[in-house]
């Protein structure tokens, strides 16, 4: 009986531990970002663009690639997102995001520009489109709301001008890449046995 | 100017008084009367200058399961102290005990904290402490503690008080407010034009217990609700740059007083 009361206080210890356990954290671009030849502004034309911005959670130390419609892979989530085109780099204004804790790492990503006539549509977002992967940060266990923890999506080292460059592109989603294979493989059954 | 203005009238209607043939010694006391009248007028003038005074009212409420807090910025000068300072027991005189008042130490890039204990009393440096105008503070209000009214009152900042007000920011983490207690648009202030690029401003949003944020890129626009933002009177903010200290001088936003 002792070791159980024990072990239910342990376990209420923690739940109490868990509870107040939070990811509170200003997450922002604010230099905003540039096309892969590090010079044009990734929303062209602007107004008439937007881009897809997403913030990230990881339980491991690398970055997924992207899938179509800025879809993640892996064990990753997508924490927040939303749609900028204050200007035509793409600039991201600070915004708080709060939630339970999990350890693990946060980073944030945003696509090149898509039409945005009559609404942006991730559907716009396909294979090869250029997008950029902020720096992993690992996440901190941060209760106090009036003192949030920071992320800039801006830190890689740009040469030139203000602004990262978007240096990623989006791979095929997996069930793509299977038919593709498959595709392939029959082509190549069929001209070995053509000869 | 009003007083030289009555004393020339008076000085006319007293010729056209001689002129109708009353005696000097009447005149005399006719300038005399107005003398006293303008001089009363005079410093009428000057009193009502000084007596402009308001008040905003913040309400204060625990969270009912957590605490709440509340972040302001007193906007007005004192009546009472000669350096313009505020005594924090004042100031917060109507908050619950075991409420808790943080103001920020740029220097130290901490908070300095001041608490009321359970019989209401304000501890150690707390009894004595002040706070400036336009210094930011954050109030912790118990999670039980009913509904209070704060009232950050005192003198109006006027054309001769204040027509502007310096201020500053730290490397790092600045608390401060609007120095002026008038509802203005953040890219109307000085402000916003001198603070360094990529910075945040950060505005408590007290009913959703968490803050507003608002930025700078870095080309020097204000992104996004940045642009229509609205600096409330005693809204207290958190300006967050890593670049080196910079100030300026904030104008008053009124003509009057």
């Given at each position: 009986?002792?070791?159980?009361?024990?072990?239910?206080?342990?376990?209420?210890?923690?739940?109490?531990?868990?509870?107040?356990?939070?990811?509170?954290?200003?997450?922002?671009?604010?230099?905003?970002?540039?096309?892969?030849?590090?010079?044009?502004?990734?929303?062209?034309?602007w107004?008439?663009?937007?881009?897809?911005?997403?913030?990230?959670?990881?339980?491991?130390?690398?970055?997924?690639?992207?899938?179509?419609?800025?879809?993640v892979?892996?064990?990753?989530?997508?924490?927040?997102?939303?749609?900028?085109?204050?200007?035509?780099?793409?600039?991201?204004?600070?915004?708080?995001?709060?939630?339970?804790?999990?350890?693990?790492?946060?980073?944030?990503?945003?696509?090149?520009?898509?039409?945005?006539?009559?609404?942006?549509?991730?559907?716009?977002?396909?294979?090869?489109?250029?997008?950029?992967a902020?720096?992993?940060d690992?996440?901190?266990?941060?209760?106090?709301?009036s003192?949030?923890?920071?992320?800039?999506?801006?830190?890689?080292?740009?040469?030139?001008?203000?602004?990262?460059?978007?240096?990623?592109?989006?791979?095929?989603?997996?069930?793509?890449?299977?038919?593709?294979?498959?595709?392939?493989?029959?082509?190549?059954?069929?001209?070995?046995?053509?000869? | 100017?009003?007083?030289?203005?009555?004393?020339?009238?008076?000085?006319?209607?007293?010729?056209?008084?001689?002129?109708?043939?009353?005696?000097?010694?009447?005149?005399?006391?006719?300038?005399?009367?107005?003398?006293?009248?303008?001089?009363?007028?005079?410093?009428?003038?000057?009193?009502?200058?000084?007596?402009?005074?308001?008040y905003?009212?913040?309400?204060?409420?625990?969270?009912?399961?957590?605490?709440?807090?509340?972040l302001?910025?007193?906007?007005?000068?004192?009546?009472?102290?000669?350096?313009?300072?505020?005594?924090?027991?004042?100031?917060?005189?109507?908050?619950?005990?075991?409420?808790?008042?943080?103001?920020?130490?740029?220097?130290?890039?901490?908070?300095?904290?001041?608490?009321?204990?359970?019989?209401?009393?304000?501890?150690?440096a707390?009894?004595?402490?002040?706070?400036?105008?336009?210094?930011?503070?954050?109030v912790?209000?118990?999670?039980?503690?009913?509904?209070?009214?704060?009232?950050?009152?005192?003198?109006?900042?006027?054309?001769?008080?204040?027509?502007?007000?310096?201020m500053?920011?730290?490397?790092?983490?600045?608390?401060?407010?609007?120095?002026?207690?008038?509802?203005?648009?953040?890219?109307?202030?000085?402000?916003?034009?001198?603070?360094?690029?990529?910075?945040?401003?950060?505005?408590?949003?007290?009913?959703?217990?968490?803050y507003?944020?608002y930025?700078?890129?870095?080309r020097?626009n204000?992104?996004?609700?940045?642009?229509?933002a609205?600096?409330?009177?005693?809204?207290?903010?958190?300006?967050?740059?890593t670049?080196?200290?910079?100030?300026?001088?904030?104008?008053?936003?009124?003509s009057?007083?």
């Amino acid at each position: 009986m002792k070791t159980i009361i024990t072990a239910m206080l342990v376990l209420l210890a923690m739940g109490v531990t868990l509870a107040t356990a939070d990811i509170n954290v200003s997450w922002s671009g604010m230099n905003g970002f540039l096309m892969n030849n590090d010079s044009d502004p990734i929303l062209n034309p602007w107004p008439g663009q937007s881009a897809l911005v997403q913030l990230i959670f990881t339980p491991n130390n690398w970055v997924e690639a992207a899938g179509p419609g800025g879809a993640v892979l892996g064990d990753e989530v997508v924490l927040d997102w939303k749609w900028v085109s204050d200007d035509q780099w793409g600039s991201v204004a600070p915004q708080i995001y709060t939630a339970a804790f999990q350890a693990g790492y946060i980073y944030a990503r945003i696509f090149a520009g898509v039409d945005d006539s009559g609404g942006p549509s991730t559907g716009d977002i396909t294979f090869n489109h250029w997008y950029y992967a902020g720096p992993l940060d690992a996440t901190i266990d941060n209760t106090d709301p009036s003192n949030p923890d920071y992320y800039f999506m801006n830190r890689n080292s740009s040469g030139g001008g203000i602004g990262d460059p978007l240096d990623l592109r989006v791979i095929p989603e997996p069930t793509s890449m299977v038919l593709a294979a498959l595709g392939g493989l029959v082509l190549l059954i069929r001209r070995r046995f053509a000869r | 100017m009003p007083f030289i203005l009555v004393l020339t009238v008076c000085m006319v209607e007293g010729k056209l008084i001689n002129w109708m043939g009353v005696k000097m010694k009447k005149v005399v006391l006719g300038i005399m009367v107005c003398v006293a009248l303008a001089a009363t007028w005079a410093v009428g003038q000057q009193v009502l200058s000084k007596n402009a005074v308001g008040y905003v009212k913040v309400d204060m409420e625990g969270g009912g399961t957590k605490p709440n807090l509340y972040l302001v910025a007193h906007p007005f000068e004192s009546l009472t102290d000669a350096n313009g300072l505020h005594l924090v027991s004042n100031v917060f005189a109507a908050v619950p005990n075991n409420t808790i008042v943080s103001v920020w130490d740029p220097i130290g890039q901490g908070y300095v904290q001041y608490g009321r204990d359970g019989r209401g009393t304000w501890l150690g440096a707390a009894a004595t402490a002040k706070i400036s105008r336009s210094q930011g503070a954050f109030v912790r209000i118990p999670s039980n503690a009913t509904q209070r009214e704060v009232f950050l009152m005192g003198e109006v900042p006027d054309k001769t008080t204040a027509p502007s007000q310096y201020m500053s920011r730290a490397e790092g983490l600045t608390m401060i407010g609007f120095p002026y207690p008038v509802a203005t648009r953040l890219t109307n202030t000085v402000m916003a034009q001198a603070l360094p690029n990529n910075t945040i401003i950060s505005v408590w949003d007290s009913a959703a217990q968490t803050y507003v944020q608002y930025g700078k890129d870095g080309r020097g626009n204000w992104l996004g609700a940045a642009a229509t933002a609205e600096l409330q009177p005693g809204q207290g903010m958190v300006i967050r740059n890593t670049n080196a200290p910079n100030s300026w001088w904030e104008t008053k936003p009124y003509s009057w007083p």
